[in-house]
């Protein structure tokens, strides 16, 4: 548990002193902080709450096992959750009285409202995959991400008013290295405007998640190698190594060691790891310098082993201002 005090959602506070009026005795009884509890193997990264015309979000990024507090809104509202890889919705929750959420699925979506008299109610949801099924197309394919690029280069196929998260970004489904990926495109924050797409244009970075697994990770690096991609970081339980410091081995044994650390990790089933590539042609120039003098996209691969989830982050950026 990261704290022992409510964290407080500026938004969700804005929300409630605007919408929802001050209640008499009903309402002071309302516990003050709701634990949610992640008793899935699964990522829980957002609650969305919909009540009326008002739609509010709640920042998790809670691992397996994990626990927190939040502000209790104190209202009947619509959830849905967001695992990275499926939605997860829960109609008409009632938590005026409750004091604890418990997230149990897996593949379904189950829910245990605890409440504060010690009733507990099981509540099941609806789920969604942001995954298409094995012989499904992506929406789109990326081809190459890079500096100024616009949703549409990416996307040309997106709904007109397509879901978001909670950080605004639009979620479809992409395909990479031969597999349908769940995709997040977050606009650039220097695009201004706000409601359709076309004031959002502009990509900011891409998230992609898929599940962990050898083949998946094999699949992905020999994409990446195949387009002249090398390591340039790794981080793993226990060991740090800067690939652009191994000056007295040539790449395919630098890549030799990473497929060793990485056989290693999986097979302990345990932790987290971190991996950076870049083009290997433009490795020398990375890491002596501040900000890269030409445009380059890296790929940052996260490998968690509690929820088995593979994410890829794409961030481009612009040469010689070293931003995205």
């Not at 004031?199 to 998946?216: K, P, S, V």
């Amino acid at each position: 548990m990261k704290n022992t005090r409510c964290r407080i959602v500026a938004l969700l506070l804005l929300a409630l002193l605007c919408v929802f009026p001050a209640r008499g005795s009903s309402a002071a009884e309302t516990p003050s902080c709701l634990t949610v509890s992640n008793q899935t193997s699964r990522d829980l990264l957002n609650i969305r709450f919909h009540q009326g015309r008002t739609t509010y979000f709640v920042r998790l990024d809670m691992a397996p096992g994990a626990r927190d507090d939040i502000e209790n809104p104190g209202v009947t509202a619509d959830l849905r959750v967001d695992t990275g890889l499926a939605f997860w919705f829960f109609k008409a929750v009632p938590l005026a009285q409750a004091r604890r959420l418990t997230f149990c699925g897996d593949h379904t979506a189950c829910l245990i409202l605890e409440q504060k008299n010690n009733i507990s109610r099981h509540i099941n949801g609806n789920a969604q995959s942001l995954l298409p099924g094995e012989l499904s197309r992506p929406v789109c394919t990326l081809d190459q991400f890079r500096p100024g690029m616009t949703m549409n280069d990416v996307c040309s196929l997106l709904e007109p008013d397509p879901p978001r998260d909670d950080n605004d970004a639009v979620l479809t489904s992409l395909g990479f290295a031969g597999m349908v990926w769940a995709a997040r495109l977050a606009p650039s924050q220097s695009s201004g405007g706000s409601g359709s797409l076309s004031g959002r244009d502009r990509l900011g970075h891409l998230e992609l998640r898929q599940h962990l697994t050898d083949a998946n990770l094999a699949a992905l690096l020999r994409t990446l190698y195949s387009q002249g991609y090398a390591p340039w970081q790794a981080e793993l339980p226990g060991l740090d190594m800067n690939f652009t410091e191994m000056t007295d081995m040539d790449t395919a044994k630098q890549k030799d060691i990473l497929q060793r650390a990485l056989e290693y990790f999986l097979q302990s089933g345990r932790g987290e790891a971190t991996l950076m590539l870049a083009p290997a042609a433009m490795l020398p120039a990375l890491a002596d310098a501040d900000a890269p003098q030409r445009d380059v996209q890296l790929f940052t691969l996260t490998l968690r082993q509690s929820s088995r989830t593979l994410v890829v982050d794409v961030a481009a950026y612009q040469g010689g201002e070293g931003a995205r």
